[in-house]
């Protein structure tokens, strides 16, 4: 007999209740009992009932089998999503349908500059009732900017003889590299925070504690380059001008990505075998202690790539003899509690920057282009067809320019 047979039956298709009914059959045969059994009047009883026929001699296991399959949450229909900006490759939607698919999935979005990621693409967001998926936060958990405007004058910047310092002030003032740590560990008060939250944060935090203060590899990067700000900025404190500003991106280095690592490949363990499709977005209940674990480490790893991007601008303005008039920061790579709808929900962003009313936040450019210091305009829907950018001065020269639109429109 095959699955579909089996099916025909009325057992539903899933691997572990087919399989369990196989397992009865052929036990049924072994004892001589099969040519007696009526096997559809015999399925139908156990799926009326499974917790009562636990301890059938042949099809215990069935019963059993369809317990567990009746607590799996079953496929709703894919919820829709909206689109920012319309230069969007194919692949990258493809990606945002199949996180649609997720049967606890109430919200969605992709951003202008949205691309292919692992899971969820790179520039996606996704609200989740009750559950949390690593793969939708990121390898690289609160990847983050950080920027910070100095009190030195703009003039420097072109200044030949100033360079030296610049440049000394990067190379000694943080580590690149794969894996790359300090000798002696830097100080912050992130260390004396509760690492044994997990298994994963608690045997990692010596190797955290090397890492503090180091920018990694891939598109990670600490610079100079200049704010333009056309009118003033109250909520920065600045007038109307130019501005030296450092700018840096890194996240949780190499916990982060050990975290991620840990309970994605546990919560793909728990996947229901119907949607072994989703792949990469496999999830953890918040009801779980694996969810309550990852939700806690997820949140010191935002609290360490914080203090991460903290030590490295104290030690480069340290080095250059400055100090931070201004500033704004924002993690892009992680997952928020927050209430939409008149419900909680977990949003999780990917390489997207919150956009709350009135929130500020730091976009990068390419290495070519300008980064965006954005406002939040906190609307669900975008005024389609209203530019609220200001035009801002663009600094060339191999600088990155840093401009301030008037808000971010997304969420």
């Known amino acids: 007999m095959n699955s579909r047979q089996l099916q025909k039956l009325g057992l539903p298709e899933d691997p572990d ?3 369990a009914a196989l397992v009865g059959i052929q036990s049924a045969s072994k004892a001589g009992e099969l040519r007696e059994l009526d096997l559809k009047e015999t399925f139908a009883e156990i799926l009326a009932n499974p917790q009562g026929n636990k301890d059938h001699k042949h099809f215990g296991p069935l019963a059993a089998a369809l317990i567990e399959y009746a607590k799996e949450p079953v496929p709703a229909e894919a919820i829709s999503y909206r689109t920012w900006g319309s ?10 349908r199949v996180a649609c698919e997720m049967p606890m999935a109430i ?5 202008p500059d949205a691309h292919v990621g692992y899971g969820l693409p790179i520039g996606g967001v996704l609200a989740l009732k009750n ?3 690593p793969y939708a936060v990121g390898v690289d958990i609160a990847c983050r900017m950080k920027l910070s405007v100095l009190d030195i004058p703009v003039s420097t910047l072109t200044d030949i003889a100033k360079f030296p310092l610049y440049r000394d002030a ?3 003032g943080t580590r690149f590299g794969v894996g790359v740590e300090y000798k002696r560990p830097q100080d912050h008060p992130v260390m004396d925070e509760d690492w044994t939250v997990s298994r994963i944060t608690r045997e990692n935090k010596d190797k955290a504690w090397r890492q503090l203060g180091t920018s990694g590899s891939g598109n990670h990067f600490v610079e100079f380059g200049l704010l333009t700000l056309k009118d003033a900025a109250p909520d920065l404190g600045l007038k109307a001008g130019e501005y030296v500003a450092l700018l840096s991106h890194s996240g949780s280095r190499g916990t982060g990505a050990s975290v991620c690592s840990t309970y994605s490949a546990i919560a793909r363990a728990k996947m229901p075998k119907r949607f072994e499709h989703l792949g990469r977005l496999a999830w953890l209940d918040m009801n779980t202690q694996e969810g309550r674990e990852y939700w806690a480490a997820m949140n010191l790893m935002g609290d360490y790539a914080s203090a991460n991007h903290a030590v490295i601008h104290r030690n480069v303005t340290k080095l250059l003899g400055v100090e931070v008039i201004a500033g704004v920061e924002n993690h892009h ?4 509690l927050e209430r939409h709808g008149g419900e909680e929900v977990y949003v999780h962003r990917k390489g997207a920057t919150p956009a709350g009313k009135g929130v500020l936040g730091m976009i990068p450019g390419s290495m070519g282009d300008p980064g965006f210091v954005v406002r939040g305009l906190g609307k669900r829907e975008p005024e389609l067809g209203r530019a609220r950018r200001r035009a801002l001065h663009v600094a060339q020269g191999g600088q990155r320019q840093i401009q301030l639109p008037r808000g971010a429109e997304g969420p």
């Not at 919200?107 to 951003?111: D, I, K, N, P, T």
């Not at 790579?333 to 928020?336: E, G, L, M, Y």
């Open 131 to 133: 559950a949390v998926c």
């Open 107 to 111: 919200g969605a979005a992709l951003m």
């Open 333 to 336: 790579n992680f997952a928020w």
């Open 170 to 172: 990067l190379e000694k």
């Open 17 to 19: 209740v087919i399989k």
């Open 87 to 96: 230069d969007i490759d194919d692949a990258a939607h493809q990606q945002m």
